[in-house]
């Protein structure tokens, strides 16, 4: 996973690079949580251009996020979403809670974590 943070717009991206399980999301809940209470951005974008699979441990994942987002006054946003993952998020209502967002995020690097 990597992680982009720009500084002017206070906006956290996290290019999510590997298949969600519960194996991985636990490990990636850790990496999130650090970065996210290191930066306290306004916006949170999960990047799944590179995510093929996701089970229930994902969804999870996503929620408790934006839970933790809100919290401390952000927003949450997911992009690049296939198909198999969109059908996903359309049957657990997240989309009905975290919108999409279509903008590319590949040239928006000011901090690179890996």
């Not at 990636?28 to 990047?47: G, H, Q, S």
């Not at 296939?82 to 690097?109: A, D, H, V, W």
Request: hydrophobic share 35%.
């Amino acid at each position: 996973m990597e992680s982009f943070f720009q500084k002017e717009d206070k906006q956290l991206v996290f290019k999510i690079n590997e298949d969600i399980d519960e194996y991985c999301a636990q490990k990636i809940r850790r990496r999130l949580d650090n970065e996210i209470e290191r930066y306290m951005p306004k916006e949170i974008i999960f990047d799944f251009s590179n995510v093929s699979f996701m089970d229930s441990a994902g969804i999870g994942l996503l929620i408790g996020r934006y839970k933790f987002a809100r919290m401390l006054g952000g927003n949450v946003k997911v992009s690049n979403i296939n198909t198999s993952i969109r059908k996903i998020f359309e049957m657990s209502g997240i989309l009905r809670i975290i919108p999409e967002t279509k903008e590319e995020y590949k040239n928006k690097k000011e901090v690179q974590y890996e």
